[in-house]
């Protein structure tokens, strides 16, 4: 490595927040431009108390070497994408310095700048002019966009027609296949069917070992430690930690792990989906009903977790996984392993997972709940860090054996001579 490819020197962006007046409405054009020619004076002190200065980044500096595979990992609203806009050149900083060694590709929105009317071969050319491929460049990559995103019998269909699946892998195909010296990655992987993002991820994997700097963002912990070396914590705007992916992955969850309340309606908890269907309170109960805080191993517990629904709505899933501190999943269930419910009504349901036997060994672990129907576009309420879990050791635990879940083994001998 010849130096840094990515050097962030104290670099800070604001954006100006607009609120409310004093009486709780929002002023028209015409009635601003009144109360101003009236009375100039208030209306500047009005509009200084009206407008919020708000640091979606602020001081932050770090360094990416050439070659590296970078995690950036935070929070939603933690300022991540703030930073890759910056790198980008999408926005620019309010105060600092960015020193880049090479040209930048973006992975930030699969598929910006498609014309519905156009043809996907159309598409592949408009779409990589904008991403900033030169003609040349998308003719010696074109065989090879087509057949990564599996659509050479659709080509020449305009993309309105495409399915939501169709129109992400051609827009992550044509992304996938610039060839720059950085590229920047958010969150593409959170769309697509399972074996696309494993396609995805390979294709992520390659471009990183083939010596380019990457920059990823994802919420999927076992995704950046897999393929990121080092990783930056990001939290309210500030880098607060950099160093071995699995260390700072380890600290990240620590910190949403503070999380223990039991009102899932709290608006500072970060969440997914169209919002149909919410989750609204968990708590841990004993075998009598009662809370719990922590839990004796061994000892079983039950989940109990309330949805509010908003209408009548088709119900695939309601699924509880248990994860650990690197976010990777241990177990999980689905509300179907023991009910045939198919539909909700609107109104609010308590649901509950009783664990006997409660197979987790001594340790913490967060609860992930999700909440979706049968289609794709129908993911009701995601929480990834609902509720932090602690199993506490018995007295027995001195001799534990190694592992994060107990089960019950059934051994065979026999005698061969």
Request: glycine fraction near 8%.
């Given at each position: 490595?010849?130096?840094?490819?990515?050097?962030?020197?104290?670099?800070?962006?604001?954006?100006?927040?607009?609120?409310?007046?004093?009486?709780?409405?929002?002023?028209?054009?015409?009635?601003?431009?009144?109360?101003?020619?009236?009375?100039?004076?208030?209306?500047?002190?009005?509009?200084?108390?009206?407008?919020?200065?708000?640091?979606?980044?602020?001081?932050?500096?770090?360094?990416?070497?050439?070659?590296?595979?970078?995690?950036?990992?935070?929070?939603?609203?933690?300022?991540?994408?703030?930073?890759?806009?910056?790198?980008?050149?999408?926005?620019?900083?309010?105060?600092?310095?960015?020193?880049?060694?090479?040209?930048?590709?973006?992975?930030?929105?699969?598929?910006?700048?498609?014309?519905?009317?156009?043809?996907?071969?159309?598409?592949?050319?408009?779409?990589?002019?904008?991403?900033?491929?030169?003609?040349?460049?998308?003719?010696?990559?074109?065989?090879?966009?087509?057949?990564?995103?599996?659509?050479?019998?659709?080509?020449?269909?305009?993309?309105?027609?495409?399915?939501?699946?169709?129109?992400?892998?051609?827009?992550?195909?044509?992304?996938?296949?610039?060839?720059?010296?950085?590229?920047?990655?958010?969150?593409?992987?959170?769309?697509?069917?399972?074996?696309?993002?494993?396609?995805?991820?390979?294709?992520?994997?390659?471009?990183?070992?083939?010596?380019?700097?990457?920059?990823?963002?994802?919420?999927?912990?076992?995704?950046?430690?897999?393929?990121?070396?080092?990783?930056?914590?990001?939290?309210?705007?500030?880098?607060?930690?950099?160093?071995?992916?699995?260390?700072?992955?380890?600290?990240?969850?620590?910190?949403?792990?503070?999380?223990?309340?039991?009102?899932?309606?709290?608006?500072?908890?970060?969440?997914?989906?169209?919002?149909?269907?919410?989750?609204t309170w968990i708590e841990i109960l004993d075998e009598d009903d009662d809370p719990m805080d922590s839990i004796p191993e061994g000892v079983p517990f039950k989940v109990s977790m309330t949805i509010r629904s908003e209408s009548t709505l088709d119900l695939e899933s309601i699924r509880l996984t248990f994860t650990d501190l690197s976010g990777r999943p241990v177990m999980s269930t689905w509300h179907s392993d023991?009910?045939?419910?198919?539909?909700?009504?609107?109104?609010?349901?308590?649901?509950?997972?009783?664990?006997?036997?409660?197979?987790?060994?001594?340790?913490?672990?967060?609860?992930?709940?999700?909440?979706?129907?049968?289609?794709?576009?129908?993911?009701?309420?995601?929480?990834?860090?609902?509720?932090?879990?602690?199993?506490?050791?018995?007295?027995?635990?001195?001799?534990?054996?190694?592992?994060?879940?107990?089960?019950?083994?059934?051994?065979?001998?026999?005698?061969?001579?």
């Amino acid at each position: 490595m010849s130096g840094p490819a990515i050097d962030f020197k104290q670099v800070s962006k604001s954006y100006i927040i607009g609120h409310k007046d004093l009486i709780g409405t929002y002023k028209l054009l015409s009635e601003s431009i009144k109360g101003t020619l009236i009375h100039p004076l208030r209306t500047a002190r009005g509009l200084r108390s009206d407008k919020e200065v708000f640091w979606a980044v602020k001081d932050v500096s770090f360094s990416v070497n050439e070659g590296e595979v970078i995690g950036l990992i935070g929070r939603n609203g933690a300022g991540k994408s703030t930073i890759l806009k910056i790198i980008s050149q999408i926005t620019y900083p309010t105060k600092g310095e960015i020193l880049l060694k090479g040209r930048v590709g973006s992975l930030l929105e699969v598929g910006t700048g498609f014309h519905p009317e156009l043809s996907g071969r159309e598409n592949i050319y408009l779409n990589g002019a904008i991403l900033g491929m030169k003609r040349t460049e998308i003719d010696r990559n074109f065989d090879a966009i087509v057949k990564f995103a599996e659509l050479e019998r659709f080509l020449d269909t305009p993309v309105k027609r495409y399915s939501s699946g169709m129109y992400v892998r051609l827009g992550f195909a044509v992304a996938a296949h610039l060839d720059p010296e950085i590229l920047l990655v958010d969150e593409v992987l959170a769309v697509g069917d399972a074996a696309f993002q494993k396609k995805c991820l390979g294709k992520i994997k390659d471009v990183g070992q083939s010596g380019r700097t990457i920059l990823f963002v994802s919420h999927n912990m076992p995704t950046v430690e897999g393929l990121c070396e080092k990783a930056l914590l990001i939290e309210e705007g500030r880098l607060v930690m950099t160093g071995d992916s699995h260390d700072v992955i380890a600290e990240y969850m620590r910190m949403l792990s503070l999380f223990r309340g039991n009102d899932l309606s709290d608006p500072s908890l970060s969440r997914r989906g169209n919002g149909q269907a919410r989750f609204t309170w968990i708590e841990i109960l004993d075998e009598d009903d009662d809370p719990m805080d922590s839990i004796p191993e061994g000892v079983p517990f039950k989940v109990s977790m309330t949805i509010r629904s908003e209408s009548t709505l088709d119900l695939e899933s309601i699924r509880l996984t248990f994860t650990d501190l690197s976010g990777r999943p241990v177990m999980s269930t689905w509300h179907s392993d023991s009910l045939s419910l198919t539909k909700i009504d609107r109104g609010e349901y308590r649901f509950a997972v009783y664990m006997n036997p409660n197979p987790l060994l001594s340790g913490s672990f967060n609860i992930k709940l999700s909440c979706s129907g049968p289609r794709h576009d129908q993911e009701y309420d995601v929480i990834d860090y609902a509720y932090n879990l602690n199993i506490a050791p018995t007295l027995s635990d001195v001799s534990k054996r190694p592992g994060i879940v107990k089960m019950d083994f059934e051994w065979e001998a026999k005698k061969l001579s």
